[in-house]
């Protein structure tokens, strides 16, 4: 055996050690001798030295210089480096515990992705990590009884999977109970295990509560294995938080229909049982140091429930330990914000971003304005009488986004949660996007980022006992028809472990070395990493980019754009019988938009920045262009990522063994591209369908059809890629949360029948006086200016903005301009010229309040229009618009000019 293949991993010098360094410790140990290096508890035997340094020590200050890190180390961060005097010595340097986990865990991660080890462990650089958010979370959501109650009892899984979070730099970790279903909203709820949790785990002295079919072992085991996550977790690091999602003791108040039904409750003692059971589970798991609550009626409770939240959190004054407390920030008003600060423990408003849904890494500059109108979403579910939600009512605009929460004088914080909504099956990985995210994480001063992993809500609703016609009910996670690829690694939490590396280093520092995820992808597939890693990246662009530009719900209950459910060009005035409303649960998104139901008319989710189908044709047939992102553009881009996803994938082919491995990242891959063609093609076909109604041009109407056809034949090739996986994947009961990208086609098929019968049947003219949508579509300026942001503004003064424009350029400017405020309107003014130089003054009462400014410029000439910042259509990873604070000190959303 050669000497630089014996390993010493230790201290430096006898020092106290924290439980999860000693874990850390230990599984970088295990790791070296898995990968055929063997351990020695004697330094001087070794031919490598893995050894971290004491404190303030001679060796630490040789590593600090040698890395090029500050004096003072900030939390959970680490210096590592070899020593000028012993090459063979690899001294690390920390912060504190996380960041000993960090540095270690990275040499682990190093090994076991590494053909030569030891060569690997002896030539790694010097570095200096450091993370750039704060908190950096994953939350895994119990919402189905028969497939995942094997992964909540299953210790082995939970000690592979909470390694794999802490050795990709998360620090949290959330698991979530009772998100299955909205109260006041689902009925006839029958999948209800452990929803409301309290009485699966325990009974509470005082308290005459049961659980129908629910025995004493099976409580007692529940309570066991949450007690063994949370000290799983506690011992890796992570900090653990418990997501109670819904304190509805019966979902349904009208028909008692829950499987585990259960009694002993009413309004008169719900509040107190609910606070002393808190209080007991608290005292279970000491290792719990956050909680999640969803305050407004869906988790619950009726409207005002700030009476029952203050007798509830009342707990965490009861229990002799610091716990963050994290409530859901829909429907959050005045009222509660006072209950859920009157505590000790720090309070944070946990954000929506992007909806129920992934979208483009930066925050959308507006919410739609459905959210402000009268009624809003939550009136419209509040069915048969049954209200309760009269606050989530008035400030239906909190449904996503951060809505009026970025205060500067807030006494929360906030936290942004990225939802499951668009992509739910399909891999998922684009360093740049992962990386824009982590930038966007601090925006308007959030704590941080909390991510729901992929496959949350597979079997929500009961949907996995209750199959479609010809399937059969399922009990695990299994994604695969095909047998070769349902080996170890393709269902579940280890398809998505390249996921989680992206969501976790770039969120810990979005300006992470590639290495860190290359060496994993090149463990997996060898010459072809740089086109798989290309492959992925760009197909990874395509579904939030489509929720952007096309948004007909933001309820990730109604809208799957990974699994799309057509919405038809051609408006289709019958209404058919909904089976599902005994159920609660509506036919299609149309409840959520405002009507026609058509694709033309859907709102983006993004209305400030991206414009509809409808609203860009009009605006080419009226006086004035839009200069928002067109769905031209969007088709553009569209295409671009998926052809580029294509071509790399096809390189891939020549250069990777064709392992499981690669083959469910190809299928994925080409799945996401031909998804990308369909709606590309899809936008083209609606502004040719819109310019038709609009002219009665027969050209463009053969224009439609043309691109919808390509468009069905998109939506074929990806339901063929797709063969290989069930027919069934249930994220709910109703047919648009479940099924196979092949049921999806007859709906295409229809509207594109309807398409042709109106072909058929029209008298339009063949030449009609207005030019074709091709000869007037906007131009696109690539706007050449200079500006600098200011470093700062005075609240209650006028603030200037200036601009130069290249000399003889014949432009005009306006500047879109707002508080960091989703509750507000963004006003519009057009600058003073001087030349080729251009100013604004932004009014002092837009800087008087207690919000940031942000604002975004739109450029016109004869030649096109521009927005400025422009979203870059390659990585569309960028902010969109400056930011500016009154306190220049502030650093969240403030970009370099173009």
């Known amino acids: 055996m050669t000497r630089s293949r014996r390993v010493f991993v230790g201290w430096e010098r006898p020092v106290p050690v924290h439980a999860s360094t000693a874990w850390a410790i230990d599984f970088l140990r295990a790791t070296a001798r898995n990968r055929g290096l063997t351990l020695t508890d004697h330094p001087h035997e070794a031919g490598q030295r893995v050894l971290l340094a004491a404190p303030g020590g001679a060796l630490a200050a040789q590593v600090m210089q040698a890395a090029a890190a500050p004096e003072q180390l900030p939390a959970e961060s680490f210096a590592m480096a070899?020593?000028?005097?012993?090459?063979?010595?690899?001294?690390?340097?920390?912060?504190?515990?996380?960041?000993?986990?960090?540095?270690?865990?990275?040499?682990?991660?190093?090994?076991?992705?590494?053909?030569?080890?030891?060569?690997?462990?002896?030539?790694?650089?010097?570095?200096?990590?450091?993370?750039?958010?704060?908190?950096?979370?994953?939350?895994?959501?119990?919402?189905?009884h028969a497939t995942d109650s094997a992964w909540f009892h299953d210790r082995g899984f939970w000690d592979e999977y909470l390694t794999e979070l802490a050795v990709q730099r998360f620090n949290r970790f959330s698991l979530g109970f009772g998100l299955a279903y909205d109260y006041l909203i689902d009925k006839r709820v029958t999948d209800n295990y452990l929803c409301f949790v309290y009485p699966f785990l325990f009974s509470v002295p005082g308290y005459d509560v049961a659980v129908a079919g629910l025995t004493e072992d099976e409580r007692q085991r529940n309570l066991e294995s949450l007690q063994y996550i949370a000290s799983a977790a506690s011992l890796r690091g992570l900090e653990f938080g418990l997501g109670l999602w819904n304190h509805a003791y019966r979902l349904d108040p009208v028909i008692p229909s829950e499987r585990w039904l259960i009694s002993g409750l009413d309004a008169s003692n719900h509040a107190t049982y609910c606070g002393e059971a808190l209080e007991m589970l608290l005292r279970a798991c000491p290792e719990?140091?956050?909680?999640?609550?969803?305050?407004?009626?869906?988790?619950?409770?009726?409207?005002?429930?700030?009476d029952f939240w203050r007798v509830v959190t009342a707990a965490l004054d009861r229990v002799a330990r610091p716990i963050r407390l994290d409530a859901h920030a829909k429907g959050v008003n005045d009222e509660l914000l006072e209950?859920?600060?009157?505590?000790?423990?720090?309070?944070?408003?946990?954000?929506?971003?992007?909806?129920?849904?992934?979208?483009?890494?930066?925050?959308?500059?507006?919410?739609?304005?459905?959210?402000?109108?009268?009624?809003?979403?939550?009136?419209?579910h509040s069915a048969d009488g049954r209200d309760g939600a009269a606050t989530t009512r008035r400030r239906s605009f909190t449904r996503y986004g951060y809505a009026d929460y970025a205060r500067d004088d807030a006494e929360y914080q906030l936290l942004h949660r990225v939802w499951p909504g668009t992509q739910r099956v399909l891999l998922w990985g684009d360093p740049a996007m992962a990386a824009g995210i982590g930038r966007q994480a601090t925006f308007a001063g959030s704590q941080g980022i909390e991510w729901f992993e992929p496959l949350t809500f597979l079997g929500r609703k009961d949907s996995a006992s209750r199959p479609l016609e010809q399937q059969t009910p399922r009990t695990d996670r299994d994604l695969y028809r095909d047998p070769e690829l349902s080996g170890p690694g393709s269902s579940g939490w280890q398809k998505y472990l390249y996921t989680l590396r992206l969501w976790g280093r770039l969120s810990y520092d979005p300006g992470a070395d590639p290495e860190s995820w290359r060496r994993y992808l090149r463990s997996r597939f060898g010459a072809g990493t740089a086109d798989c890693e290309a492959a992925l990246g760009f197909a990874s662009r395509i579904l939030p980019l489509v929720l952007t530009a096309h948004a007909p719900s933001v309820a990730g209950n109604a809208y799957w754009p990974e699994m799309y459910t057509n919405i038809p060009l051609v408006a289709d005035e019958h209404t058919a019988e909904n089976p599902f409303a005994p159920f609660g649960w509506q036919p299609d998104s149309r409840f959520d938009m405002t009507p026609p139901y058509t694709f033309g008319n859907t709102s983006t989710?993004?209305?400030?920045?991206?414009?509809?189908?409808?609203?860009?044709?009009?605006?080419l047939l009226g006086d004035e262009a839009t200069a928002k992102y067109s769905p031209m553009e969007v088709a553009?881009?569209?295409?671009?990522?998926?052809?580029?996803?294509?071509?790399?994938?096809?390189?891939?082919?020549?250069?990777?063994?064709?392992?499981?491995?690669?083959?469910?990242?190809?299928?994925?891959?080409?799945?996401?591209?031909?998804?990308?063609?369909?709606?590309?093609?899809?936008?083209?076909?609606?502004?040719?369908?819109?310019?038709?109604?609009?002219?009665?041009?027969?050209?463009?109407?053969?224009?439609?059809?043309?691109?919808?056809?390509?468009?069905?034949?998109?939506?074929?090739?990806?339901?063929?890629?797709?063969?290989?996986?069930?027919?069934?994947?249930?994220?709910?009961?109703?047919?648009?949360?479940?099924?196979h990208w092949v049921?999806?086609?007859?709906?295409?098929?229809?509207?594109?029948?309807?398409?042709?019968?109106?072909?058929?049947?029209?008298?339009?003219?063949?030449?009609?006086?207005?030019?074709?949508?091709?000869?007037?579509?906007?131009?696109?300026?690539?706007?050449?200016?200079?500006?600098?942001?200011?470093?700062?503004?005075?609240?209650?003064?006028?603030?200037?903005?200036?601009?130069?424009?290249?000399?003889?350029?014949?432009?005009?400017?306006?500047?879109?301009?707002?508080?960091?405020?989703?509750?507000?309107?963004?006003?519009?003014?057009?600058?003073?010229?001087?030349?080729?130089?251009?100013?604004?003054?932004?009014?002092?009462?837009?800087?008087?309040?207690?919000?940031?400014?942000?604002?975004f410029v739109e450029v016109r000439s004869p030649h096109g229009t521009a927005l400025y910042p422009r979203l870059d259509p390659v990585h569309l990873s960028n902010q969109p618009y400056f930011v500016v604070h009154a306190d220049p000190a502030l650093r969240w959303g403030r970009v370099s000019p173009q």
């Open 288 to 306: 719990i140091s956050a909680l999640t609550f969803r305050v407004h009626f869906e988790g619950g409770v009726p409207e005002p429930t700030h």
């Open 743 to 855: 049921d999806r086609l007859p709906g295409i098929d229809r509207d594109i029948a309807a398409l042709t019968s109106h072909a058929a049947g029209n008298d339009c003219l063949r030449h009609a006086d207005r030019p074709g949508v091709a000869t007037r579509t906007a131009p696109r300026l690539q706007p050449q200016l200079g500006h600098v942001p200011p470093p700062a503004f005075k609240k209650g003064e006028r603030l200037q903005l200036s601009f130069a424009a290249p000399a003889g350029s014949d432009v005009s400017i306006r500047v879109h301009y707002r508080p960091v405020n989703q509750a507000a309107s963004w006003l519009v003014a057009s600058t003073v010229a001087d030349g080729d130089r251009f100013s604004l003054d932004i009014p002092a009462d837009c800087t008087s309040g207690p919000y940031s400014l942000q604002y």
């Open 82 to 144: 070899r020593t000028p005097a012993e090459s063979q010595t690899l001294a690390i340097v920390v912060a504190d515990e996380a960041g000993a986990v960090y540095a270690l865990t990275e040499l682990s991660d190093i090994l076991r992705c590494s053909d030569t080890p030891a060569t690997a462990l002896s030539t790694l650089p010097a570095r200096y990590e450091h993370p750039h958010v704060a908190v950096r979370s994953v939350s895994r959501m119990f919402s189905c």
């Open 339 to 380: 209950v859920l600060g009157s505590h000790d423990a720090p309070f944070t408003l946990s954000t929506k971003y992007w909806g129920e849904h992934m979208g483009l890494p930066y925050h959308q500059a507006s919410i739609r304005s459905r959210e402000f109108g009268v009624g809003g979403s939550a009136a419209e």
């Open 605 to 619: 989710l993004d209305p400030e920045l991206f414009a509809t189908v409808d609203e860009y044709v009009d605006s």
């Open 636 to 739: 553009d881009w569209l295409q671009f990522l998926a052809q580029s996803a294509l071509d790399h994938l096809s390189s891939a082919r020549q250069l990777t063994d064709l392992s499981e491995a690669f083959r469910r990242l190809a299928i994925d891959v080409e799945i996401l591209a031909h998804l990308g063609q369909f709606f590309a093609h899809k936008f083209r076909a609606a502004v040719a369908w819109r310019w038709h109604e609009r002219t009665a041009q027969v050209a463009v109407l053969d224009s439609a059809l043309a691109e919808y056809r390509s468009a069905r034949d998109a939506w074929q090739q990806a339901a063929d890629s797709a063969d290989a996986y069930q027919r069934d994947l249930p994220f709910g009961r109703a047919p648009y949360q479940r099924g």
